[in-house]
């Protein structure tokens, strides 16, 4: 399979290894509505949140929509080649080295969005689904890094959205550019899409066919006389004795004897004219599935859909280009069912939020958002308003200048802030939580997250892939020690197979932890820091 090389790209291909674990710190203030929504929306770098999720969440989360910078060249974002922001600047500095004086506008891109999707990928549940919206600048950039990174195998669709509602004359070359791209990739092999709802109201049953509702269609094949020339015959009505032969270059759908059995059966309905063509019954009750297929090209939501929804919540224009809840909603919809993650970690004013919290109202599910905004002006001030006022409600001006009142959908959401780093020059920080080095130790030690049931009252972490694991860390059980002896492993609630234990130190020999199926790790030494 082609690769794509940039400037950078053997520095950052492997860079989410290295990037430190920090805890995430509510902020009670900015948090909004009910508390134990599941809902998160986390202010800071990204690229550090979904570290932190990881823990957490790795495995879980259903369905990813991104709609990351475009880089046009014109746009204000903080990797930009027109923004000499200093942090980035160190950030690049620090992973790319001095080659970083040489990065273009592209390379510079490339080098922010590989290690962020490598994250993103942990984070999908197996039979997760992720979107990214993108436009002409980067599509095919971006369409290689993600064929790397998810596997060119695993594409699910390049969406066209007709994204422009009215024909831009301005430009230069004439050509008004009126799509962009949602580039969709499932994590594993055989993800299937929901599909749109069939339209149902073109069943009837106007002569009261006992077998219920039902529409009729063509029976026109595709095939020539010269490919299927068991498909050209003609077709005698048998109460008039009509015949309708096949047109020239199309044959009938099927064979004559299955066209034979469908007369019988009085599915075939023949026109009252020699010149008419017989068409078929198809019940609504044979319908296989509920759903038709989802196109790749999404038309009838347009970007200025957007821009009024903001304009709207807020009197003013406080956000630009803010994605229209609804095309992120479609695309939520066909990926994710009742009580599903849908994670946004480019979050902007909270379209994805908004979209979730819409459905959920429509559909009375549960499903929950993780967003994660970089700018602390944008999250704080305009995604934490704007989330607020759809699920408390909201008075707006219509066009005519009368007030309305807009209900809100309910829910609430957590705010947080990228905390401390888990480990200081020591180890793990003094004033760090039992759960949280819980949760990074078994994460750590099996990929996945620590099981929901743990209830940090024993040292027991739960078990995956056929390994239990335990940590002896803080006086937070009864024997109340961190040191792995005989007396201690009697106590430990029993696991009947392999068994990683962490502790300070171990009094108990190599030849007995074998015999135990035990396999010792020190704290902090042995840790893995990821």
């Known amino acids: 399979m082609p690769t794509l090389d940039w400037i950078g790209k053997q ?11 920090h805890l995430l710190k509510q902020n009670h203030a900015l948090s909004v509505g009910e508390s134990d929504s599941g ?66 506008r592209h390379d510079k891109w490339l080098c922010m969005m590989y290690p962020r999707l490598v994250l993103l990928r ?28 998810f ?59 006992s077998r219920g509702d039902w529409m009729s269609r063509s ?16 077709i005698t009505n048998p109460e008039t004795g009509m015949s309708y032969p096949p047109p020239k270059n199309r044959g009938w759908r099927y064979a004559k004897e299955t066209m034979e059995a469908k007369i019988l059966d009085g599915c075939i309905l023949f026109p009252k004219t020699p010149s008419g063509r017989p068409r078929e019954k198809v019940f609504e009750k044979d319908l296989k599935q509920a759903y038709t297929g989802f196109p790749s090209v999404i038309d009838g939501i347009f970007t200025n859909e957007g821009t009024h929804e903001v304009r ?85 001006e219509n066009q005519r200048g009368n007030q309305q009142h807009e209900f809100g959908l309910g829910g609430g959401f957590t705010y947080y802030e990228i905390g401390e780093p888990l480990f200081d020059a020591q180890g793990f920080r003094k004033e760090i939580s039992f759960e949280d080095v819980a949760r990074y130790v078994f994460f750590t030690e099996t990929g996945a997250p620590m099981p929901e049931s743990t209830d940090g009252k024993t040292p027991f972490l739960g078990c995956a892939n056929g390994i239990g694991v335990y940590l002896l860390y803080e006086k937070h059980w009864a024997i109340g020690e961190n040191v792995l002896t005989r007396s201690v492993l009697n106590c430990l609630p029993p696991y009947d197979g392999p068994k990683v234990i962490y502790g300070t130190s171990c ?16 704290i902090p030494y042995d840790v893995r820091r990821v």
């Open 39 to 104: 809902n998160l929306l986390i202010e800071g770098d990204n690229l550090l949140a979904l570290k932190a999720l990881l823990p957490y969440y790795a495995g879980k989360v259903k369905c990813i929509y991104i709609d990351p910078p475009y880089n046009t060249g014109n746009e204000n974002w903080v990797y930009n080649d027109n923004v000499s922001n200093p942090a980035i600047q160190e950030w690049l500095g620090k992973v790319v080295g001095k080659e970083a004086e040489d990065l273009s």
């Open 312 to 396: 709207r919540i807020f009197g003013e224009q406080v956000f630009d280009f803010s994605k229209p809840p609804q095309l992120v909603k479609e695309l939520i919809q066909q990926a994710t069912g009742s009580e599903d993650i849908v994670l946004d970690s480019f979050a902007g004013s909270g379209s994805t939020g908004h979209a979730v919290l819409q459905l959920n109202r429509e559909e009375r599910s549960s499903r929950r958002f993780i967003l994660i905004e970089l700018e602390p002006e944008i999250a704080r001030y305009i995604a934490v308003v704007r989330l607020r006022r759809v699920i408390e409600g909201y008075i707006y």
């Open 11 to 21: 520095a950052v291909v492997n860079h989410h290894k290295d990037v430190p674990f």
């Open 219 to 234: 029976i026109l094949g595709l095939a020539t006389k010269e490919q299927r020339p068991n498909l050209y015959y003609s």
């Open 507 to 522: 009094r108990i020999g190599a030849t007995t932890l074998k015999r135990e199926g035990i396999t010792f790790r020190q």
């Open 122 to 149: 942990e984070l999908l549940r197996e039979d997760g689904v992720i979107f990214v919206s993108i436009d002409d600048n980067e599509v095919a950039h971006l369409r290689c890094i993600m064929d790397e990174i």
């Open 151 to 209: 596997g060119q195998q695993h594409h699910l669709a390049t969406f066209i959205w007709k994204s422009r509602q009215h024909i831009d004359s301005r430009t230069k070359t004439r050509i008004s550019v009126d799509h962009e791209y949602i580039l969709s990739y499932g994590k594993n092999l055989g993800i299937q899409l929901r599909g749109r709802e069939r339209d149902l109201t073109k069943f009837s049953n106007p002569d009261n066919d």
